[in-house]
Each structure stands twice: as structure tokens, then as C-alpha cells.
């Protein structure tokens, strides 16, 4: 198996720019997502509008694969609603663990991500942000561990 | 620092290409790539001679201990209480009273704390750990800091890693009960002054244990010339296997404290009015132990003890140095850890990329290296670090497997640009 195909350009671009990175003032819900075993760190931050995200950010430190993904995830979920990001999830779910799965075309750039299954001990790198957004989309704030 | 071996006045020079031989594991490839095994420091292959005698063991001489009349019962018996002695020798305990097969230096530990630190201490005690300290030797002294309502104090290090012995003297005073500390980190290789931290703590009247796991490997450690009153080390970081390890404790203090678990083989009558405990060792002994994984342990001592553990010492020495050198050479390459005195273990990061970014990287290159906090968060938020690549080296490694992660994390360089 090649490397670019877990470290494709697009990884590589969101890890080193990552999109909508940084506090968002006056959120109206965020919760922190940590990966003890690696300790990785991300706090995602929410501005509602109803049950849609009307604005999302996220900041923290990881390895490549949390940072693009979380980054990646942030594009593709502003504007959506509750329904919409639960059916995604599921998506990214399958595609991140599935060996079969083929990537869904509404994943979009997301399916950059797609080289992770490969690498057992990194789908939790992918996974930690949507795990995080969940909670931030549940209840406010909270604290989301991966173990 | 220069890239030359130290000069061996004495012992066995290693044949490091014959050495290998003894490890079939190393013949593998990951990744279609030749292995090459950097992850010792979180636990080491096992030689031929260890494989072998758990083999011959299990094939024709299992049975429990301490038990039967029959032959298999009391060759097991045999074996088992030779296993003790083998590592009182290699320790240089007076007494095999004094070693307690545990399943880790966790364990052992957690023994400690519960049935030495636990009866004894109260409100206003202090237990002093190092600021290094894995999670196995800080979690268990919190544990009987909220049973007891004792309190732990940080004896601190500098940003090079270095045991600050001048600050951890300050700390030492008549409330001190416990000083635990490692022999070697694990997550920098920093040796500490475990003779002068001993003695600095009688002197106040405290006991020493220490987490002896990662310095057993790669010294020659004599518990009656360090003075400490607990020592604690894995099998599987000294070519042994895992599920076994030793509890050393002066024969005194083991005596005076209360059993940890109880059950079959520390006790001596049982009456449901009245239980009368064991002796040592078996009174820490509770149950059936690992019996195999205590031979295993005699081998790998043996083994180790076949090929000198000062040429052991003095090959590593060499690869630490060699590594470290060329490490620095690479742009955006960071040590962690630069204390004079360190035993195998060069821990690192890179200018870009995470060091499980790095680690997955290494791999691909059949390179295996540990990455993360390695069990030590306290150090990596001091340090202001999420995690580090840790290189660890044995025996079996070899100048070309310095080589190979000098290219491998050229290779990184390249993913990440």
C-alpha cells in the first residue's frame, strides 16, 4: 500500500491550512474531544440556527489525519442540519471502518479520508472529531473520549 | 557528540550479527520490508534459549506447584523456586525471601502501595515522586494519597530531563514516608542518582522504592548496593515474557507488612474462625502463579548474564550515541531528553509532523518505534509536548537499524514536504 493513499494532497493541505481553525466567539455550544492513547486535542465550537449549523469551528493539536479530517468535517457540515450531519456520519462511519465500502459522492472531499481503514490504529485519528461535533450537537459542552 | 563506541576495558565484546541469530523474530519483514525493531523499551523480543526452556517446560514438566507429591508437581516445584534464585542472583538480594513473582512492575508497585504505604500512612505524610515518572509509579501513590489522605510531592527535572537532586532534597523532610522514582525513564532514558536519592531519603527516615523496569536491561543493578528498600522490574523488557516480573523488598520490611491477596499458597492453616498466613515469599503469592513466564525469566537472566551486561550496556551506549548524532543532522529534528547519563532510548520529534504521523510513516518502512506520551503525561506537559517518537534499543539492534530510521524519516520528510 502506498503512503499517498492515506497521505493524499488533500491531507496534506487541510493538515498544514486547516479551514475554519480557532475560537468562535460567542458559540452557543462547543464540547472537547481527546484520544488519550496519542493525545490528540480538539475543542469544536457550534453557532446554531435551530437545528442547523449555521457556523462551525474547531481548534486544538493532533496528528495530520485528526487535523484534516476535523478541518475537512467543518467544510462540509456548515449549513447542514441535525439530520443531514447524522446521515453523513454514518457515511464517514462506514467509510473510515468498512473494507468494502466505496466511497458515497456526497462525502464529497471527505472521501480524501478514505485511506484510514487501512490503518487500524489511525481510524480513531479520523473519528475524533465527529465523535466531538456529536457531543457539541447533544448537549452544550463535554468532554468526548475516544478510548 | 561523536559517533564512536565507548571503550570496553573488559567482558565479552558482542558479535551483535550472531546475537541476532538468537532471535528468529528478526528474520521478519513488515511491510515487505526487513524489520527493524526500535520498540524494546516498551517490550523486547525473546532469544531462542527463553522460547526453548518455556517450551520445554510446558511439553514435559508442567504441573502446579507447591502442591502435589507426584513428579511433575515437585519438578515444577523446582523449577519455579530455581527461577527465584536465578533472579536473587542477578539482583544480588540476600535472601530469595526477598523476591516476589508479580505479574509487572506495575504490580509490583500497586503491592506496595497497598499493603507497605497504605496501613502505615496518614494525614500530613508526604510520598515524593520524580517529575519522569511513568503513570505506573505516580497512579498507585495517588490511589493511597486518597486513601490515606496523604499527600504526593514532585521532585522536579529540567527541561534536558535531569533529575534536579538539589530540589528533591528540599523536599525531603520527617513528613517524607515514601520516595519513589525510577531507575532509568522511559520516556527520555534519563538515569537517575538512585544510590544518592536513597540515601538522602534514610536519611530522613523515608523508604525507596524504585521502577526498575527500563534500567534491569541495560545495567547491572545490585539492590543491596543501591540500599533501596523496593525494587520492581518486568520479565518482557529483559527478553523474558510479559505476565511476569519482580518485586524486590528488604526482607525486613516484607515481613512487617499484611498480605496483599489472599487465597491458595499464602496461607498456612484456614479455618473459618481463623486464617494463619504464609511465610515469605508465598505470602505476596496468592493463587496459581505464572509459573512458565518465572522460568522464562531465569532464561532470559541467563542469557543476558551469557553475553555480559556491561558489553550489553556498552553496544547500546554506542547506538544512543550513533542514533543521536545522526538525528541532529537532520533538519527540523528535535532530542528530548539530553541528560548525560542515558541508558537506550533516544526520544525525538519533527519540525511539521506528528509524531504518529511520523509513526505510521516508520512503519510503512518496517521501522517500529513507539509514539505518543509513552504512560508519562506529567513529563510531556512539562516538557509542553502532545508526544514524542521514541527510538529503543537492544541488544539485536545494529548501526544499519540507526541507519534505517535515519532513512525512513527522510521518507517523512518527503510525504509531508
New interface residues.
Given amino acids: ?1 502506498d ?2 493513499e ?2 493524499r494532497d488533500v491531507i ?1 493541505d487541510h493538515n498544514k491550512r486547516p479551514r475554519n481553525f480557532g475560537k468562535l466567539e460567542l458559540s452557543d455550544s462547543y464540547a472537547d474531544g481527546h484520544n488519550p ?5 480538539l475543542t469544536v465550537f457550534l453557532k446554531m440556527d435551530g437545528d442547523r449549523v449555521e457556523d462551525i469551528r474547531f481548534e486544538g ?5 485528526s ?1 484534516a479530517s476535523a478541518s475537512l468535517m467543518t467544510e462540509a457540515i456548515k449549513g447542514k442540519d441535525k439530520a443531514d450531519i447524522g446521515e453523513l456520519f454514518e457515511k464517514i462511519h462506514s467509510l473510515l471502518t468498512r473494507q468494502d465500502a466505496v466511497a458515497d459522492p456526497s462525502l464529497g472531499k471527505l472521501a480524501a479520508l478514505s485511506g484510514v481503514r487501512e ?1 487500524p ?2 481510524v480513531k ?1 479520523a473519528s475524533l472529531c465527529w465523535h466531538t461535533l456529536n457531543a457539541a450537537l447533544e448537549k452544550g459542552a463535554a468532554t468526548v473520549s475516544t478510548e | 557528540m561523536a559517533a564512536t563506541a565507548p571503550q570496553v576495558a573488559h567482558g565479552p565484546v558482542l558479535d551483535v550479527e550472531r546475537v541476532r541469530r538468537d532471535f528468529p523474530i528478526l528474520d521478519r519483514t513488515v ?1 515487505g520490508r526487513p524489520l527493524v525493531y526500535l520498540d524494546s523499551g516498551a517490550s523486547s523480543q525473546r532469544p531462542v534459549a527463553v522460547l526453548r526452556a518455556v517450551e520445554e517446560y510446558e511439553t514435559h514438566s508442567h504441573a502446579n506447584i507447591h502442591r502435589g507429591v507426584h513428579a511433575l508437581s515437585q519438578a515444577a516445584t523446582e523449577a519455579f523456586e530455581g527461577a527465584r534464585e536465578r533472579v536473587r542472583r542477578f539482583i544480588n538480594a540476600r535472601s530469595t525471601k526477598e523476591i516476589i513473582f508479580v505479574r509487572g512492575t506495575t504490580e509490583g508497585i500497586n503491592l506496595v502501595a497497598q499493603t507497605y504505604a497504605r496501613p502505615r500512612l496518614k494525614a500530613g505524610d508526604e510520598i515524593i515522586v520524580s517529575a519522569l515518572e511513568h503513570h505506573a509509579n505516580i497512579v498507585p501513590w495517588q490511589m493511597v494519597c486518597e486513601q490515606t489522605g496523604c499527600t504526593l510531592k514532585v521532585a522536579p527535572i529540567n527541561k534536558r530531563g535531569e533529575f534536579l537532586f538539589d530540589e528533591y532534597l528540599k523536599l525531603l523532610s520527617p513528613r517524607t514516608k515514601i520516595v519513589a522514582v525510577a531507575h532509568v525513564s522511559n520516556a527520555l532514558g534519563t538515569i537517575l542518582p538512585v544510590k544518592k536519592i536513597v540515601d538522602a531519603a534514610h536519611a530522613q527516615g523515608a523508604v525507596v522504592l524504585v521502577d526498575g523496569a527500563q534500567a534491569v536491561p541495560h545495567s547491572h543493578v545490585d539492590v543491596c548496593a543501591l540500599g533501596c528498600d523496593f525494587y520492581a522490574f518486568s520479565g518482557h523488557k529483559l527478553y523474558g515474557p510479559t505476565g511476569i516480573g519482580v518485586l524486590y523488598g528488604r526482607e525486613e520490611l516484607l515481613q512487617s507488612m499484611p498480605p496483599w491477596q489472599g487465597g491458595g499458597d499464602m496461607i498456612l492453616t484456614v479455618s473459618f474462625e481463623k486464617t494463619t498466613y504464609n511465610g515469605l515469599p508465598a505470602k505476596f503469592e496468592a493463587g496459581t502463579p505464572n509459573i512458565s513466564g518465572a522460568i522464562g525469566l531465569a532464561a532470559a537472566m541467563d542469557y543476558v548474564e551469557s553475553l555480559g551486561i556491561d558489553a550489553i550496556a556498552a553496544h547500546e551506549h554506542h547506538l544512543v550515541e550513533l542514533a543521536t548524532a545522526e538525528l541532529e543532522k537532520i533538519p527540523g529534528i528535535q532530542i528530548v531528553g539530553t541528560a548525560p547519563n542515558k541508558a537506550s532510548i533516544v526520544s525525538f520529534t519533527m519540525e511539521g ?5 511520523l509513526g ?2 516508520l512503519d ?1 518502512e518496517g521501522v517500529a518505534v513507539r ?3 509513552h504512560c508519562a ?1 506529567p513529563l ?1 506537559t512539562f516538557l509542553g509536548l ?2 514524542t517518537v521514541r527510538a529503543s534499543f537492544a541488544v539485536y539492534n545494529t548501526e544499519k537499524d540507526v541507519m534505517s530510521l535515519v532513512a525512513a524519516l527522510g ?1 517523512a520528510r518527503e ?3
Fill in positions: 500500500m503512503l499517498k492515506l497521505y496534506l492513547l496519542c493525545g490528540d486535542r493539536k493532533g496528528c495530520a489525519i487535523t490503518y490504529a489511525r485519528c | 511491510n509532523v506528528h509524531p504518529h504521523d505510521t510513516i510503512h509514539t505518543g506520551h503525561m510531556m502532545p508526544a521518507k510525504v509531508f514536504g
